[in-house]
């Protein structure tokens, strides 16, 4: 009996539809792959018995021998594998190394039969992708749990920063946006169904920025693909290149020099915090709510010969610029501003790379036809290319459709983990309006909290740490709720020292985990389904999670 992935030769080679290169590209690959499956006598069907018999070694190298041809709507092509030792809680696996056509790179990870756990996992890389290692930690945390593990590179090779593969070529816009990271699960769910000889019981993804948006577009798009799907920090490129354009705009001058030094936005985060710390009934440096908080960054403002410590009325003017939000010639707010509590991270003015950094999705990506390299930042018309962009938008990268009805039809869970000191989008406004979309949507808070879920945590920044209980077990959570009808109803978050990483070797996985032994983090909070918050209860170790209770701050 055929698997059901496998499909006619005949109709596949005849019957692909016509997209752009990708026509070409498949066609010839697919051609090949079947005169070349005729001569050695190799299909997935013949072979799969056997493979699913054989030791670890011997199985992962004979998945070079094999054409995945067969894989319906993903045109697959195994380039390497080899076995990788156990190392710490990792077990030896089997990397898979390949591309769907035209240019979906991947790699996927498969512990021995022995330590699988009938499962399957998507770890989405963030930014534009370009890479399929960055996401290797997260894999990691899968792989410790007896996971499957594929992640892919959004459809292109290149630096997650940087966007110009995209530069008038629309094939690897839809990949980016839209098509990758669902082909490469087709394909990652075939090889591992092949490679086990049984197909996966259960299948979760995850991401966090442009990983949470490729996670909000399965739950969107295709919600029949995973059980159980965790997006963090989601980004929204039109919304978030509006956004991060105009702060980088606000905070620099006309030169294009920053207008803020590191000290200056650390007294105005320390400004901030003053205002807003204890509205959750302690002063421990984090805001507990910004959402209810209002500050005006004026009572910073320099005293008469004072030098440090205090802001210039220039700054204030553009911290108020940042916090207010963009806004049209008019005066017409546009989309969301940056959340307070946000001024310490480094898109809050500009990015890694100054204002040169925003420049990227607009010269490349946003228009309908891109720019090019001579656009610059000043040449944004606040006042119609938001609009302009969102031709391209609406068709190619848009994750913002709250309609989640199709997800709860399969059944399956979404959970949006959203830290309240993230700068390195829109944010936290941008999520919780979603959020508030999705259950009036759904027909309401009880009914829309039976397949999503928002969790906002406090002082947690852009996917990596920040001064608030950041970790959280992300996939136990997940697999609770759709494995045992458990839903979170409330997630414990731990705050480790020292747990960043090395950013070049790929995101920390501290923060999709809590540690073994609570003891050892600095301290707990609780976190709660959104709008809940966590508020100290006035007694208790307030390091300790349960010193806390949830409390409705729109009850008010």
Not at 15 to 42: E, H, K, T, W, Y
Not at 225 to 240: C, H, L, Q, R
Not at 429 to 452: C, F, H, N, P
Request: aromatic share 8%; proline share 6%; charged share 20%.
């Amino acid at each position: 009996m055929k698997a059901a992935w496998v499909t006619d030769r005949a109709r596949l080679v005849s019957g692909i539809p016509a997209v752009d290169v990708a026509r070409s590209i498949a066609l010839r690959l697919q051609a090949a792959i079947v005169i070349v499956a005729g001569i050695v006598g190799v299909t997935p069907v013949a072979a799969q018995t056997s493979a699913a018999s054989q030791g670890p070694a011997a199985a992962c190298d004979a998945l070079r021998n094999v054409e995945f041809e067969g894989i319906q709507d993903a045109v697959t092509q195994i380039t390497a594998t080899r076995v990788v030792g156990a190392e710490g809680e990792v077990p030896a696996h089997c990397r898979v190394e390949g591309y769907v056509a035209p240019n979906v790179g991947f790699v996927l990870r498969l512990p021995g039969k022995a330590d699988w756990n009938g499962k399957f996992s998507h770890m989405a890389p963030g930014g534009y992708g370009g890479s399929t290692e960055v996401m290797a930690p997260w894999c990691d945390v899968a792989l410790s749990r007896g996971y499957a593990c594929i992640t892919q590179n959004t459809g292109h090779w290149g630096v997650s920063s940087e966007s110009v593969w995209a530069y008038n070529n629309l094939q690897a816009e839809f990949d980016y946006g839209i098509r990758a990271a669902n082909v490469a699960t087709i394909a990652g769910k075939a090889i591992t169904e092949y490679f086990y000889g049984t197909a996966p019981e259960r299948s979760y993804f995850m991401g966090c920025s442009g990983g949470g948006k490729q996670a909000l577009v399965q739950a969107q798009r295709y919600p029949w693909n995973f059980d159980g799907i965790v997006a963090v920090e989601p980004s929204n490129p039109t919304i978030t290149g509006v956004v991060q354009l105009w702060n980088a705009l606000a905070t620099h001058d006309s030169e294009g020099k920053p207008l803020f030094t590191t000290a200056d936005l650390q007294v105005l985060h320390a400004g901030a915090v003053r205002q807003c710390d204890a509205r959750d009934g302690l002063a421990d440096g984090i805001i507990g709510d910004a959402r209810g908080c209002r500050f005006d960054p004026a009572v910073l403002a320099c005293k008469a010969g004072q030098t440090s410590g205090c802001l210039s009325n220039v700054q204030i003017e553009a911290a108020r610029k940042v916090y207010g939000g963009p806004v049209t010639s008019t005066g017409r707010k546009i989309y969301f501003p940056t959340s307070l509590g946000g001024e310490m991270g480094s898109y809050f003015t500009g990015g890694p790379t100054g204002i040169d950094y925003k420049t990227q999705y607009w010269r490349y990506m946003g228009f309908t036809p891109d720019p090019g390299p001579n656009w610059m930042p000043r040449d944004f018309n606040f006042d119609v290319d938001w609009k302009r962009s969102m031709m391209k938008d609406a068709v190619l990268v848009a994750s913002d459709n709250p309609d989640l009805r199709k997800l709860r039809t399969e059944g399956h869970k979404l959970m949006i983990i959203q830290g309240e000191e993230d700068s390195g989008l829109p944010g936290p406004l941008v999520t919780m309006d979603y959020y508030e979309m999705v259950e009036k949507i759904l027909g309401g808070r009880v009914e829309a909290q039976k397949s999503a879920r928002l969790f906002v945590i406090p002082g947690r920044s852009h996917c990596v740490g920040g001064v608030g209980a950041a970790a959280v077990d992300m996939l136990g959570t997940i697999e609770s709720w759709v494995e045992q009808g458990q839903a979170p109803d409330m997630i414990i978050g731990a705050h480790m020292e020292g747990t960043l990483g090395n950013p070049a070797k790929g995101l920390s996985s501290d923060f999709i985990r809590l540690p073994k032994d609570l003891s050892s983090a600095k301290f707990t909070r609780p976190h709660y389904p959104y709008p809940l918050r966590a508020r100290y209860k006035g007694e208790g170790d307030p390091n300790d999670y349960r010193s806390f209770e949830a409390v409705d701050p729109d009850s008010k």
